[in-house]
């Protein structure tokens, strides 16, 4: 069976036009950066695919320039599209910069050498396969969160095409007489567009599948997460405390826990509603948010009543970061005096009898509860 190179050439962009025009049907208008990113990589992808098609249709030389120069910038952008999603979906990523210089110089090269057969093809294959080697390697090392194995699907994807994209390119330059056209039947441009529609199909399923992991990361963060004030609500305490627990009990470390409770809360909300108790709220959670360390686990318990589990802090230090949450509310409050309001807290820390983090959260809230009993707006530690 003999392939013909101009069929395989209008299956991709079929192929490409196809998934452009349904992936927004299906992944709809309300998308988050990376998603909304890796969508439009697919999008100029077709565009490109479609000049380097039309241009091959004009014989003169100003259409064929324009039109293949444009292919080459939509191709760099479409990595550099796919790369700002990579970044969105497994954290920041080395190489941006390269990928944008790539992006620039592949087609200008292209459009100055355009004269030029050999240079022209080997400049642009060469540095497209930088540009996928670039997006190749940025699915490595996730720095956000455990993540699918959909990015080794991309990173083979990407690997592929870049090795039959450099091949193209030397074949161009080297041996110009066995690759004279982009439509040359040759077996490397054969098997490439076929790589092509293979790796399109499976780089695309990849991107539905880190779009859906996306997404329900979100829906647990959401189930987690208290939406007043942003903090975690009770399930995402009892997430994610049992574990910090262990972890400190396991290895001997410091862990303390501070139970807070916005003084006469209920007052407020009698006396000036309930917007300005959610107001109340929200501005004592931004206090927290902005005064916690990235490894401490701060959540919304209750109606006016936080905790906050801090590893590796003492008495002391534990004493300091209260300290700093007053005053920072303290602070707050002048800028708001409608809103004005102070806390109680209780003080409880790691011992080598507590069996449970239950232990733990009982000893802060008597500390808690002795707080009130001497006039709320202060500390009190039963360790």
């Known amino acids: 069976m003999t392939l013909d190179v101009s069929t395989l050439l209008v299956i991709n962009a079929a192929n490409l036009l196809l998934m452009a025009s349904t992936l927004p049907i299906i992944m709809g208008r309300r998308l988050s950066p990376a998603a909304a990113s890796a969508r439009a990589a697919l999008i100029v992808h077709a565009m490109g695919w479609i000049a380097i098609i039309l241009s091959s249709l004009w014989k003169d030389q100003w259409p064929d320039l324009v039109l293949s120069t444009l292919s080459m910038t939509c191709t760099g952008v479409s990595q550099a599209l796919l790369f700002r999603a990579l970044q969105g979906w497994l954290g920041p990523r080395r190489g941006q910069r390269l990928l944008w210089a790539l992006v620039v110089l592949t087609p200008l090269g292209y459009a100055l050498s355009f004269q030029s057969y050999p240079i022209r093809v080997g400049w642009a294959n060469l540095l497209v396969a930088l540009e996928l080697l670039v997006v190749c390697q940025a699915t490595l090392r996730p720095t956000t969160r455990k993540v699918g194995n959909w990015r080794w699907v991309v990173f083979a994807c990407t690997l592929v095409m870049a090795g039959f994209t450099a091949a193209r390119g030397v074949m161009g330059f080297f041996f110009t007489e066995l690759y004279p056209t982009f439509r040359t039947p040759h077996p490397v441009n054969v098997l490439a567009l076929l790589a092509t529609n293979i790796t399109l199909v499976m780089g695309n399923l990849a991107v539905l599948v880190a779009w859906r992991e996306e997404a329900e990361a979100q829906l647990r963060e959401q189930a987690f997460t208290d939406h007043l004030t942003g903090l975690h609500n009770r399930h995402g305490w009892e997430e994610r405390a049992p574990g910090l627990f262990a972890q400190a009990e396991r290895h001997g470390t410091p862990l303390a826990l501070l139970m807070l409770d916005l003084d006469h809360f209920k007052r407020i909300n009698d006396l000036h509603g309930h917007d300005v108790g959610d107001a109340v709220l929200r501005m004592f959670g931004g206090v927290l948010r902005d005064n916690r360390r990235s490894s401490d686990l701060v959540a919304r318990i209750g109606g006016e009543e936080f905790v906050l589990l801090l590893p590796h802090t003492d008495h002391a230090a534990a004493v300091k970061?209260?300290?700093?949450?007053?005053?920072?509310?303290?602070?707050?409050?002048?800028?708001?005096?409608?809103?004005?309001?102070?806390?109680?807290?209780?003080?409880?820390?790691?011992?080598?009898?507590?069996?449970?983090?239950?232990?733990?959260?009982?000893?802060?809230?008597?500390?808690?509860?002795?707080?009130?009993?001497?006039?709320?707006?202060?500390?009190?530690?039963?360790?």
């Open 321 to 383: 970061l209260e300290r700093r949450l007053r005053r920072a509310l303290e602070n707050a409050c002048v800028q708001q005096p409608l809103l004005s309001v102070d806390f109680s807290a209780g003080l409880a820390l790691l011992r080598p009898d507590d069996a449970t983090l239950t232990q733990l959260m009982v000893r802060a809230d008597n500390g808690l509860y002795q707080a009130k009993s001497l006039g709320r707006g202060r500390l009190c530690a039963l360790d």
